[in-house]
């Protein structure tokens, strides 16, 4: 399968509202554009890597996938909402892709918190990173999705890439374009809509969240586990699940290790 290097023309009509830079090899692009922030990067920078050697993800796993065979860029905000509202950047960054990928025919769904699905094998990874620097704090969004990786370069069995799906490699350029376009608008949209945006976003989120209505088992810290049935997301961008004893539970994406489905053991019947 050919895979072509990203179109610089189409990135650099993106301008002034998004800056992109391409990397032909990058460690991590997190790491590129952390730096970057703390130099004094506006708003609106984007680090893109061809391919990444040092990809990591949530709770520190590797990320790393042949070069040109993924989409793996970075996005630098810098939020003025309070920090409170910090932890839906996740949330906010998974269900846009998600959408984004819906829109260009790909049955795509958000694992909470923030994974991309194709059915129950992971198309996304998403890691959002706070930045401390001079002129305050800043965000890092970072997205790594599977483009043309064919079963063997698949980085764990459990995952997939767009052209696995469709049976055809999508041109990456336009993919990339079309992501951090809705990227940005869905950024803006929240940040300067308050209650009211962060409501819209929760209500839309938890309708395109596959883990919402499923039974699940929680791995948390120190090698304890809940499950239950997720049934909500809360005001805070916590997954609401109801234990097997009846109680709700809310756990926050800092909190836990791994959330999956969870498949309750059958109960026989009165013998005969």
Known sequence: MRRPSLDPAPL?????DLVVEVHET?????????????????????????????????LDRSWETPARSSLTFSLLVRPTVPAADWPWLPLLTGYT??????????????KWPNDVLIGDRKLVGILVERVETPAGP??????????????DELPVPTATSLALESGQAPDRTHLLVELLRSLREAYDAWQAGGEDATGRLRSSYAAACVTVGRDVRVDLPGGRVLTGRATGIDDAG???????????????????????????????????
């Open 12 to 16: 650099a009509e993106l301008a002034p």
């Open 26 to 58: 990058a460690t991590s692009t997190n790491a590129v554009a952390a730096e970057r922030a703390r130099e004094g990067a506006e708003e609106g920078l984007v680090v893109v890597a061809e391919h990444q050697t040092a990809g990591r993800g949530r």
């Open 238 to 272: 916590r997954l609401v699940v109801r234990s097997e004893d009846g109680e709700s539970v809310v756990v926050g994406a800092g909190d836990v290790i791994h959330v999956r489905a969870h498949v309750r053991p059958a109960t026989s019947g009165p013998e005969e």
């Open 138 to 151: 800043a965000a890092v969004l970072g997205v790594g999705l599977n483009v043309t990786l064919n079963e």
């Open 97 to 110: 892709v998600a959408k984004t990928l819906r829109a260009e025919g790909y049955a795509a769904g958000v």
